[in-house]
């Protein structure tokens, strides 16, 4: 079982129960297909809804989907997560940094955030060139940015310290 919140903040639960997702208890009776491109479309009584995953972070089990023109928040909570959250030890999962190491010798094309920001896991960070191919830094962590120790520009080596927290 899975808990989330409806769009006007009511807690809501999510359980699949003998091949039916039910929604608060309740059966949800429609047909799901999947288009080539990742697209979903959802039919119940001759209505059919369109939708898109736009983000997904499995490790925090949130997504970002759009169903028409609106784009939707989702987060879930298994029952460690709620467990977690009622021991008041939910922060525990959440990946604490002391710095970024350049993962691959590499030229640095852009920097995406300053000292005293701060991040969350999976926050773009930095631009590396390497191999002639552009590299998209990402945090593996949250915190805040105590120093940046590369310039734009500059040529790292592989495992050099690009920034600290």
Do not use: C, W
Not at 37 to 44: E, R, S, V
Request: charged letters at 25%; zero cysteines.
């Amino acid at each position: 079982m899975y808990t989330s919140k409806t769009k006007d903040g009511k807690e809501a639960t999510l359980e699949f129960s003998n091949n039916q997702l039910l929604f608060n208890g309740q059966s949800l009776d429609f047909q799901i297909s999947k288009n080539q491109y990742g697209h979903y479309q959802f039919t119940k009584d001759g209505t059919t809804v369109k939708a898109e995953i736009l983000e997904v972070d499995e490790a925090k089990k949130k997504f970002i989907i759009q169903v028409g023109r609106g784009r939707y928040p989702i987060s879930l909570k298994d029952d460690t997560d709620l467990l977690l959250e009622k021991l008041g030890m939910s922060h525990l999962q959440e990946q604490t940094l002391k710095d970024i190491k350049a993962p691959m010798p590499g030229l640095i094309l852009d920097i995406l955030v300053e000292p005293g920001q701060e991040i969350n896991k999976g926050d773009q960070v930095m631009i590396l060139e390497a191999m002639k191919m552009e590299n998209v830094l990402k945090s593996p962590g949250s915190g805040t940015i105590s120093s940046i120790e590369v310039e734009k520009g500059q040529s790292v080596e592989k495992n050099s310290i690009l920034i600290k927290f």
